[in-house]
């Protein structure tokens, strides 16, 4: 049997009985267990290498109802290598303005005007079924383009043990049981991973004394695409903050904050919903309930991401508040960095220590990411009188005074981490811009033709801008592409000098198959690629 | 830059009648609150971080 613990928006893979059922036992390099964001983009990372994945999850598609609703750039730009953004992007709603009230009054305005020079926006808002859809969707071409990917649907993990050299999952399915043995495990099974449970580790952080009750509305009304956000909302019973913001399909997402000693119950009664929603749209606004839900939430993770052969990736190793939407955007992040260690270690062209710095790096970036929501979250709820006194003060002055208002925090957008420091870092001797040291993800620019990202497909990648190219095709049979610029001929505006020149004249970034930059020099030669690429997939001495 | 813990201030009596002149009248409440807007406008007005540091340190220290 398999439970279902929630209803499906898309029925993306629906149950077939496992051919192999009652036969012996089958072998495969990596199973995925889960098909959440996370889930499905390291399967199309991992399938469009060429490595054969199997994604097991226990529903037949994607949860109904929104859970995440804004996607950062660098999720895009992830998406877009794996060829999923573009539906993303024409779906979503894309916003710059944003108001926060406190009480009645507004505080201030701001507009995240982008940079100009990138080819994904800054962020979008859309509904994580779509996410999730879009991925999916495009799983389906990759397959029909041959890639190795295959996703059973209900088929849910029971039980793991593990060997020196595989691991053995029990699956239930409504067929009855089976066993399956994987090379390699992917957790993706969110935030109560059952696999992190079954393997008795721990999860440990901050659990957040309050309720926030999610209402997704549907309504027509002429309420301007902005994010709107209230410190102590002045309409009825809206607790101690709430947040206005628009989705596609006229999906309005609202939230309430409501303290911690709540009867969820009742709250989630329509009816007592729908007079919260009331109060805060004005009488006779004319809207449907699509959604509800009361969260709370924490910042948790796992001490490593790593163990043995099971990998864990998304929720299931790290698990943060929402404000800042870094949930899923980080989870992505995991996702692009765990696939092509994987993909070089199952194809024996690195050491399987290559996959302790997934965790080492990922566990930094999921510190980044928890400390920034737990700074929003002590801002949203002040935990003592002192710190209330100052959140209001904050608040108070940021209406006169322009000081205040960077100090105001209702979420701060989800940026990517960079990998300052870390043990597959080559060296920086270019003395270049900060934005794109070692160890940051590439800033986007555009070129003559196209972006600079789109010619960065996953794959090792020596770009020299203004400087001869060493010439490199593979080391250790790893494969080296390159992309060679002048900035006379491929720099339109400016940006590729003023991204990753700065004042030098010429520049030779070696950059990772998921677009992080690992080392960069003024001009460079073989060996010094060859000695970089081995130090960053985990062969340095 | 660092933190100047020598007396800076002309006229020391002066500025401390109008410290608590601002004061006057107000419930603990409001007097709460002004402190916490002076400190973020004079914290603001330094600014330097490793002088703001030194003087939570030392005025932490009592
Ligand atoms: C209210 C709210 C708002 C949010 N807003 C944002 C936002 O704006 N931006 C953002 O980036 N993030 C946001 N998040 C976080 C985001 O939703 C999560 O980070 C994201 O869903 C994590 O993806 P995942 O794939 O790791 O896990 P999940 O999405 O939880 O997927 C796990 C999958 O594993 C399956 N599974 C579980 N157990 C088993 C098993 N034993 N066998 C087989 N399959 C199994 C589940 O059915 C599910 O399909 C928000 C979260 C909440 C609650």
């Given at each position: 049997?398999?439970?279902?613990?929630?209803?499906?928006?898309?029925?993306?893979?629906?149950?077939?009985?496992?051919?192999?059922?009652?036969?012996?036992?089958?072998?495969?390099?990596?199973?995925?267990?889960?098909?959440?964001?996370?889930?499905?983009?390291?399967?199309?990372?991992?399938?469009?290498?060429?490595?054969?994945?199997?994604?097991?999850?226990?529903?037949?598609?994607?949860?109904?109802?929104?859970?995440?609703?804004?996607?950062?750039?660098?999720?895009?730009?992830?998406?877009?290598?794996?060829?999923?953004?573009?539906?993303?992007?024409?779906?979503?709603?894309?916003?710059?303005?944003?108001?926060?009230?406190?009480?009645?009054?507004?505080?201030?305005?701001?507009?995240?005007?982008?940079?100009?020079?990138?080819?994904?926006?800054?962020?979008?808002?859309?509904?994580?079924?779509?996410?999730?859809?879009?991925?999916?969707?495009?799983?389906?071409?990759?397959?029909?383009?041959?890639?190795?990917?295959?996703?059973?649907?209900?088929?849910?993990?029971?039980?793991?043990?593990?060997?020196?050299?595989?691991?053995?999952?029990?699956?239930?399915?409504?067929?009855?049981?089976?066993?399956?043995?994987?090379?390699w495990v992917i957790a993706?099974?969110?935030?109560?991973?059952?696999?992190r449970?079954?393997m008795?580790l721990s999860f440990?952080?901050?659990?957040?004394?309050?309720?926030?009750?999610?209402?997704?509305?549907?309504?027509?009304?002429?309420?301007?695409?902005?994010?709107?956000?209230?410190?102590?909302?002045?309409?009825?019973?809206?607790?101690?903050?709430?947040?206005?913001?628009?989705?596609?399909?006229?999906?309005?997402?609202?939230?309430?904050?409501?303290?911690?000693?709540?009867?969820?119950?009742?709250?989630?009664?329509?009816?007592?919903?729908?007079?919260?929603?009331?109060?805060?749209?004005?009488?006779?606004?004319?809207?449907?309930?699509?959604?509800?839900?009361?969260?709370?939430?924490?910042?948790?993770r796992m001490k490593k991401f790593r163990h043995g052969r099971v990998l864990f990736a998304g929720?299931s190793a790290h698990?943060?508040?929402?404000?800042?939407?870094?949930?899923?955007?980080s989870g992505?992040q995991d996702a692009d960095n765990l696939a092509w260690k994987l993909?070089?270690v199952?194809?024996?062209?690195?050491p399987d220590t290559l996959l302790d710095s997934y965790s080492a790096e990922r566990v930094h970036g999921a510190d980044e990411?928890?400390?920034?929501?737990?700074?929003?979250?002590?801002?949203?709820?002040?935990?003592?009188?002192?710190?209330?006194?100052?959140?209001?003060?904050?608040?108070?002055?940021?209406?006169?005074?322009?000081?205040?208002?960077?100090?105001?925090?209702?979420?701060?957008?989800?940026?990517?981490c960079?990998y300052?420091?870390m043990p597959l870092?080559?060296?920086?001797?270019?003395?270049?811009?900060?934005?794109?040291?070692?160890?940051?993800?590439?800033?986007?620019?555009?070129?003559?033709?196209?972006?600079?990202?789109?010619?960065?497909?996953?794959?090792?990648?020596?770009?020299?801008?203004?400087?001869?190219?060493?010439?490199?095709?593979?080391?250790?049979?790893?494969?080296?592409?390159?992309?060679?610029?002048?900035?006379?001929?491929?720099?339109?505006?400016?940006?590729?000098?003023?991204?990753?020149?700065?004042?030098?004249?010429?520049?030779?970034?070696?950059?990772?198959?998921d677009?992080?930059?690992?080392?960069?020099?003024?001009?460079?030669?073989?060996?010094?690629?060859?000695?970089?690429?081995?130090?960053?997939?985990g062969?340095?001495? | 830059?660092?933190?100047?813990?020598?007396?800076?201030?002309?006229?020391?009596?002066?500025?401390?009648?109008?410290?608590?002149?601002?004061?006057?009248?107000?419930?603990?409440?409001?007097?709460?609150?002004?402190?916490?807007?002076?400190?973020?406008?004079?914290?603001?007005?330094?600014?330097?971080?490793?002088?703001?540091?030194?003087?939570?340190?030392?005025?932490?220290?009592?």
């Amino acid at each position: 049997m398999v439970d279902v613990r929630y209803d499906i928006a898309f029925r993306l893979y629906p149950y077939e009985r496992v051919q192999t059922q009652g036969a012996a036992r089958q072998r495969v390099p990596v199973v995925i267990v889960g098909g959440g964001p996370i889930g499905m983009a390291a399967a199309l990372d991992l399938g469009r290498k060429g490595t054969p994945v199997l994604v097991l999850d226990d529903h037949e598609g994607v949860g109904q109802g929104s859970r995440a609703i804004c996607f950062a750039k660098r999720t895009l730009e992830i998406a877009d290598r794996l060829g999923a953004a573009r539906a993303m992007v024409d779906k979503g709603v894309v916003w710059n303005v944003g108001k926060v009230f406190h009480g009645a009054d507004q505080v201030f305005e701001f507009n995240l005007q982008p940079e100009p020079g990138h080819e994904m926006p800054a962020f979008i808002n859309l509904q994580q079924p779509y996410f999730e859809k879009f991925l999916v969707d495009e799983i389906r071409v990759a397959q029909k383009e041959g890639a190795p990917i295959d996703i059973r649907g209900r088929n849910a993990v029971t039980g793991i043990t593990r060997h020196a050299d595989h691991v053995v999952l029990d699956v239930g399915t409504p067929d009855g049981p089976y066993q399956i043995a994987a090379d390699w495990v992917i957790a993706c099974d969110g935030a109560r991973s059952p696999i992190r449970d079954m393997m008795g580790l721990s999860f440990d952080g901050r659990v957040f004394e309050d309720n926030f009750l999610i209402a997704d509305v549907k309504m027509t009304a002429e309420f301007p695409t902005e994010r709107w956000f209230w410190f102590e909302p002045p309409f009825k019973n809206s607790g101690q903050s709430a947040l206005l913001h628009k989705q596609p399909d006229d999906i309005w997402r609202i939230d309430f904050q409501l303290g911690w000693d709540i009867d969820r119950k009742a709250e989630l009664d329509p009816a007592r919903v729908r007079e919260r929603v009331d109060a805060m749209l004005g009488a006779g606004a004319d809207y449907e309930l699509e959604w509800t839900s009361i969260y709370t939430f924490q910042c948790r993770r796992m001490k490593k991401f790593r163990h043995g052969r099971v990998l864990f990736a998304g929720d299931s190793a790290h698990q943060v508040s929402p404000f800042g939407a870094r949930g899923a955007n980080s989870g992505v992040q995991d996702a692009d960095n765990l696939a092509w260690k994987l993909d070089l270690v199952i194809k024996g062209l690195a050491p399987d220590t290559l996959l302790d710095s997934y965790s080492a790096e990922r566990v930094h970036g999921a510190d980044e990411n928890i400390l920034n929501s737990t700074r929003a979250t002590d801002f949203l709820t002040p935990k003592s009188e002192t710190s209330m006194t100052f959140r209001n003060a904050v608040l108070d002055l940021a209406r006169r005074h322009a000081f205040a208002r960077p100090m105001v925090n209702s979420g701060r957008l989800s940026v990517p981490c960079v990998y300052d420091g870390m043990p597959l870092n080559g060296p920086d001797a270019l003395g270049g811009p900060a934005a794109t040291r070692v160890g940051a993800p590439c800033l986007d620019a555009p070129l003559d033709r196209g972006f600079l990202l789109n010619r960065l497909t996953g794959h090792f990648t020596v770009l020299s801008i203004n400087a001869s190219a060493p010439d490199i095709a593979e080391v250790d049979g790893v494969p080296v592409a390159h992309v060679t610029l002048t900035t006379d001929r491929n720099d339109p505006t400016g940006a590729l000098a003023q991204r990753y020149l700065g004042t030098q004249p010429q520049a030779v970034y070696l950059i990772r198959p998921d677009q992080h930059v690992t080392a960069r020099w003024p001009g460079c030669d073989t060996r010094a690629v060859t000695e970089a690429v081995r130090q960053a997939i985990g062969k340095a001495a | 830059m660092t933190l100047n813990l020598s007396p800076n201030i002309a006229d020391p009596d002066g500025f401390y009648d109008e410290l608590l002149a601002a004061h006057e009248g107000l419930d603990k409440a409001a007097s709460d609150a002004l402190n916490a807007r002076l400190i973020l406008i004079l914290c603001n007005h330094i600014g330097d971080r490793e002088v703001l540091r030194d003087a939570l340190a030392a005025a932490s220290k009592t």
